[in-house]
């Protein structure tokens, strides 16, 4: 933390509110970018333990033990002007955070985090760095970045920029260090300042699905901003128990239920852990979705899953209430916002950057099925609906931790096709499962739908590269897409891996 945020006053108030962030995390076990992690412990201000980005470090469940560490700054300026020390600071910071032994498995992330920054240096910044991600050797990131068929002048700038800075800064390296290094760089814009910033809202609502009493959780966010202030001042470190000792007797918290990754018997992190040993049983509802792109030629189907049913469909109801209240909007786009479905109002992005985190942390999981190219166009009818429906319905019937009590389709012949899952499930597996198919007059089927709609299309643009969306729209569901599957070639993707890269 630097002299001038502690005088100026609204850069100390802004990291206060970034690490108060965290530890709404730490308390609630939400996933979290960039790791797509539960929170471990959160430290602050770490300068005097040799951590060259001090301000917020962020420790994953992780068997690398994976941290970010992130340097706080109220605005960010993406260039390698002299007069611009911030992201001067950042990068040289960042690149000794890389270097640094006890980053050893090299998964560590590191970066900053800023309120006010332009969005479209930011929108570069982030693409050469996604570049970076998904490329696997420099020389093809390289040629993304500023080779002379691909590049374009932005993607050169930033590279060029952070050349500068470290060359400026006297450190040496190398095109595959260089590589390396953008692979977990990492600029965070947290908007928690303004009247109507999203990021307060997220982390209440967390909160509220780990109290007692879920009515205390504004209350909870305005101790956790106090409690990170004066932790600050003493390199506060705080895991989950530490945290929680320290706000008792005031706040009463429910016990996580076990990682995802070590029991996946629920979905819902709201839930009371279940006694050890019981594998129980969750009712869920579901809603599927089918695209096809004859151009392509490309086939995919989304199935979305939630055990908060009403939950999840009252939050989505409130999404337009967000929109007609927000000042960032013109009455224009308000009356607009009033006639769109859910995919055509995520296509523009001044609805985008309002209920982009909203989507991100609702509570349901994806599951997508696809598959693209010739073979596609030879498949007859019967094939289609088995490998494009019927299968993906036969799989979420067949998990024995699911009771899946409600479809909710707009396909073609949906009620045979569930019929006909129904009974390869007793044949192969001899269970029984009889859920409802949701009729069109049911609360909650439309708005289920739309959200199902909306993953299958964000998902289609992806993988058919039609950039329909915003720029990274995928990233929006990365953290709901549980499981997805190329039907044709039988590649799989899991959570813990880039969903459909």
């Not at 590279?159 to 390396?180: C, M, P």
Request: proline share 4%; glycine share 4%.
């Amino acid at each position: 933390m630097r002299s001038s945020e502690l005088t100026g006053g609204s850069g100390f108030y802004y990291e206060g509110n970034v690490a108060a962030y965290y530890l709404a995390a730490l308390l609630s076990g939400d996933f979290q970018a960039p790791a797509n992690l539960p929170i471990k412990a959160v430290k602050l201000q770490q300068s005097a333990y040799d951590a060259p980005l001090d301000d917020v470090i962020v420790e994953f469940e992780s068997s690398l033990s994976q941290q970010l560490h992130l340097q706080v700054k109220r605005s960010l300026t993406i260039s390698s002007a002299k007069t611009n020390i911030a992201y001067t600071e950042i990068i040289t910071n960042s690149w000794d955070t890389y270097k640094n032994a006890r980053n050893s498995s090299g998964q560590d992330y590191y970066g900053g985090a800023t309120d006010d920054i332009s969005s479209s240096a930011l929108r570069k910044f982030r693409l050469v760095c996604e570049a970076a991600r998904n490329s696997h050797t420099s020389d093809s990131f390289l040629e993304k970045t500023t080779g002379n068929l691909t590049s374009t002048a932005g993607s050169r700038r930033i590279i060029k920029d952070i050349r500068k800075i470290l060359i400026n800064a006297g450190k040496k390296f190398d095109d595959t260090e260089l590589y390396n290094f953008f692979k977990h760089l990492v600029i965070l814009n947290f908007d928690v300042i303004s009247p109507e910033s999203l990021t307060p809202d997220i982390a209440i609502n967390s909160l509220r699905h780990t109290l007692l009493a879920p009515a205390r959780a504004p209350e909870l966010w305005e101790k956790l901003k106090n409690l990170t202030r004066a932790g600050s001042a003493v390199s506060g470190t705080y895991n989950r128990d530490s945290l929680i000792s320290q706000l008792h007797p005031l706040f009463a918290f429910k016990d996580l239920p076990p990682h995802p990754t070590i029991n996946k018997t629920s979905i819902n992190t709201t839930s009371n852990q279940p006694a050890q040993g019981v594998a129980s049983t969750i009712k869920c509802h579901i809603a599927i979705s089918r695209i096809e792109n004859e151009a392509i030629p490309a086939s995919i189907t989304a199935v979305v899953l939630t055990d908060n049913f009403e939950g999840v469909i009252s939050e989505i109801r409130g999404w337009r209430d967000t929109l007609q209240r927000s000042p960032m909007l013109s009455s224009a786009d308000k009356e607009l916002a009033k006639t769109l479905a859910l995919k055509e109002l995520f296509k523009l992005s001044q609805f985008t950057n309002i209920l982009g985190l909203k989507l991100a942390t609702l509570n349901f999981l994806a599951y997508v099925y696809y598959a693209r190219g010739k073979s596609i166009e030879a498949w007859s009818s019967e094939e289609k609906e088995s490998l494009t429906l019927k299968f993906p319905v036969f799989h979420r019937l067949s998990k024995k931790d699911e009771q899946i009590v409600s479809v909710c389709s707009e396909a073609e012949n949906i009620e045979a096709v569930v019929k006909a899952a129904v009974a390869d499930l007793h044949r192969k597996y001899h269970r029984a499962t009889a859920p409802t198919l949701a009729a069109r007059h049911v609360r909650g089927r439309k708005e289920l739908i739309e959200l199902t709609d909306l993953v299958a299309d964000i998902s289609t643009d992806y993988i058919c590269n039609t950039f329909v969306y915003p720029t990274n729209s995928i990233a929006l569901i990365n953290t709901r897409l549980k499981y997805g599957e190329n039907i044709v070639t039988g590649e799989k993707h899991t959570r813990d891996k880039n969903p459909l890269a």
